[in-house]
């Protein structure tokens, strides 16, 4: 197996169309390992308090709405 930099050299030999559709594979490769270890967590209960703690402010209306938060500043 190649290391780090033989790779890097590597890719920094293809055409640019090929670069692209390795990002594009990466960045969807990340995406699946993410929502993977989501899935994993949430199986494990790990995010069970943070779920808890959202219902609950939710429950108490100490929520703002996301269009708010996003313009204030």
Known sequence: MSNLLDIEAAI?????NDIRQLAAWIQDYLDQSWEQQM???????????LIAKAEA???AHQV????EVLRDP
């Open 57 to 59: 402010d939710i429950a």
């Open 39 to 49: 899935a994993a967590d949430l199986a494990a209960g790990k995010l069970d308090a």
């Open 12 to 16: 920094q030999k293809l055409p640019q």
């Open 64 to 67: 703002r709405d996301l269009n």
